[in-house]
């Protein structure tokens, strides 16, 4: 409970209108077990030695290494990259792995000072990347799901950037800015750990 967290981020895909383009996608999948709930389950189950190397490493690079191959980039090519992030060490450390540098993933790391949104992460350290972002700069963007899989997205911020409007809602930095501390108890309540008994009971 100490290291997760909850948030998440929504996109308007379209073909018109663009702040950003997909310039191509690229997916590597495995059967390995690593963190799962089943529907209803209050905790999830953990597959202790599958966690690292075998299922987010092995995933996330291997994923990186197809985008990278397939888009006939470099790292030093982006501006910008975002990796899935369950804790700040994992993105830090894949990052150096595949050659992309601090500089490159600092606006998409938020792990270390939100926690870990698990699905969400990505997705709000692209929305943090996208803040910064001007007119042609490239993004590398990779998720990862456990069971296995990842998926990467080459994207490239448009002039359409210049124009929209940034003011009409808070930036990522400043939502963190607005942060509200909560306590035990009251995280408790909001997740239904606290339970009172039915009368009869």
């Not at 997760?4 to 929504?10: F, L, N, T, V, Y």
């Not at 190397?53 to 982006?78: I, N, Q, W």
């Not at 590398?140 to 998926?151: M, Q, R, V």
Request: hydrophobic residues 30%; glycine residues 12%.
């Amino acid at each position: 409970e100490f290291s997760a967290s909850a948030g998440g981020a929504a996109y308007l895909i379209g073909r018109e209108n663009l702040i950003a383009r997909f310039n191509g996608t690229y997916s590597f999948t495995t059967d390995t077990p690593d963190f799962w709930r089943r529907e209803g389950q209050p905790y999830p189950s953990h597959g202790g030695r599958f966690t690292g190397e075998p299922a987010y490493f092995k995933h996330v690079t291997s994923c990186a290494k197809g985008l990278l191959e397939r888009m006939g980039t470099r790292p030093s090519d982006y501006t910008y990259a975002v990796f899935h992030q369950p804790n700040g060490k994992f993105p830090t450390r894949v990052a150096k792995m595949l050659g992309f540098d601090d500089r490159q993933i600092e606006h998409g790391l938020l792990t270390p000072r939100i926690g870990n949104t698990y699905s969400g992460a990505v997705p709000l350290g692209l929305s943090s990347i996208l803040d910064h972002a001007s007119p042609g700069d490239r993004i590398f963007a990779i998720a990862y799901g456990s069971g296995a899989g990842s998926d990467g997205f080459d994207i490239t911020v448009t002039d359409g950037m210049r124009t929209f409007r940034k003011d009409a809602a808070p930036t990522v930095e400043q939502m963190l800015e607005r942060t509200k501390f909560i306590d035990y108890a009251t995280y408790a309540k909001y997740r239904g750990k606290i339970r009172l008994k039915e009368v009869g009971e």
